[in-house]
């Protein structure tokens, strides 16, 4: 091999080496890979007789190589790929999609995700967090600026597809019980590829999720941004309320589901915020509360000799010997009236 073939490739192995010895995303690392690269195959070929072969060869071998020795260093050693791009989701969050792994950087921690299996592992408060109306605002354009960026929305569940998908759309803003809102149907965020139990959400319950933005749909006037990767939260919204009782002055006995009633009351509500009203006959219809639930650990008084009496902080409930749930206005001790045979 002559001199000169050398010299090609020592400066050829230099341009290489330098991108690995460097620990961060910059496109100059990969501008010099690829100019290494090339000046280093110059030295293996040129000046040389029965080129053909060695032209097809020695590139296949020498990327091989590289693209391995990328792969290596990046799963064993935490480093940072020099053959993949960034999308730099906050100051605080970004990825580097190399060919068939990918690197999560979270604050300078370095998570390798072999063919793209992981979900977001950073920390979700490394996004920031929008709601889904000003997301869906400009679509368009938030899709452009997000594509292939991880975004943390916040929003209400409009579908629910098994245990697999999600629906958020953009919704009109108004105070309603039981979480109920107007949904625009013609702008909406779809989660895929999910996994999660559907027994867990309920449609008008606020959500946040995290998830790679995808792909962008717009068709017969509907807007669809599609997210994958994805991880879904329940609101914090809903881990305090207070307990609200409207009482009911007439004693009327009223029948608010199958076996269920009010008695001396009018209704019973669980506040979330001044926004988040729920009643607590929809929540129990819903499968969010259950009379089982609500007398979890408390210790019942034989009445009537046949009935069991429960207090709680703002009502009583009477459970009776046919089986009828009774909340009751704590005011009422007069028990015979509780268990009425005839209901």
């Known amino acids: 091999m002559k001199k000169e073939n050398w010299i090609l490739i020592i400066i050829g192995l230099v341009f290489i080496i330098t991108p690995f010895l460097l620990n961060f995303y910059h496109f100059f690392r990969l501008m010099s890979l690829l100019i290494g690269i090339i000046i280093t195959l110059l030295g293996l070929i040129i000046f040389k007789t029965n080129k053909a072969w060695k032209i097809i060869v020695y590139p296949i071998i020498l990327i091989t190589v590289i693209i391995l020795g990328d792969f290596f260093l990046a799963s064993v050693f935490k480093r940072v790929p020099v053959i993949a791009i960034e999308y730099r989701s ?12 990918r690197v999560y950087n979270c604050n300078e921690v370095l998570t390798f995700d072999a063919n793209y299996e992981k979900n977001f592992v950073c920390n979700k408060e490394s996004l920031e967090l929008t709601a889904i109306n000003k997301f869906l605002e400009s679509p368009k ?18 579908t629910i597809v098994g245990n697999s998908s999600l629906t958020l759309n ?48 717009e068709k017969d006037e509907k807007i669809t941004i599609y997210l994958t990767d994805a ?84 009502y009583n409930i009477v459970k009776c010997e046919n089986n009828d749930v009774v909340f009751v206005n704590q005011d009422i001790n007069n028990f015979e009236m509780i268990c009425d045979k005839e209901n």
């Open 170 to 217: 953009a919704y009109a803003d108004e105070k309603n019980l039981n979480g109920y809102v107007v949904f625009d149907e013609h702008k909406k965020v779809i989660i895929d590829g999910l996994k999660i139990n559907p027994n867990d959400f309920h449609i008008y319950d606020y959500i946040e999720v995290i998830g790679l933005v995808k792909d962008y749909q």
């Open 90 to 101: 906050s100051s605080f969050s970004s990825t580097y999609n190399s060919l068939f792994y």
């Open 231 to 314: 991880k879904v939260f329940p609101s914090e919204l809903y881990q305090n309320y207070e307990v609200v009782v409207n009482e009911d002055k007439t004693l009327t006995k009223n029948k608010i589901e199958d076996k269920l009633y009010y008695l001396g009351l009018k209704s019973i509500y669980y506040k979330y915020d001044e926004n988040n009203i729920y009643e607590l006959e929809y929540l129990m219809s819903d499968k969010r509360e259950s009379v089982d639930n609500l007398l979890n650990g408390l210790a019942g008084t034989i009445i009537n000799e046949k009935d069991e009496l429960y207090t709680l902080e703002k």
């Open 141 to 158: 354009e938030n899709f452009e600026e997000n594509h292939g960026k991880f975004v943390r929305l916040e929003g209400k569940i409009n």
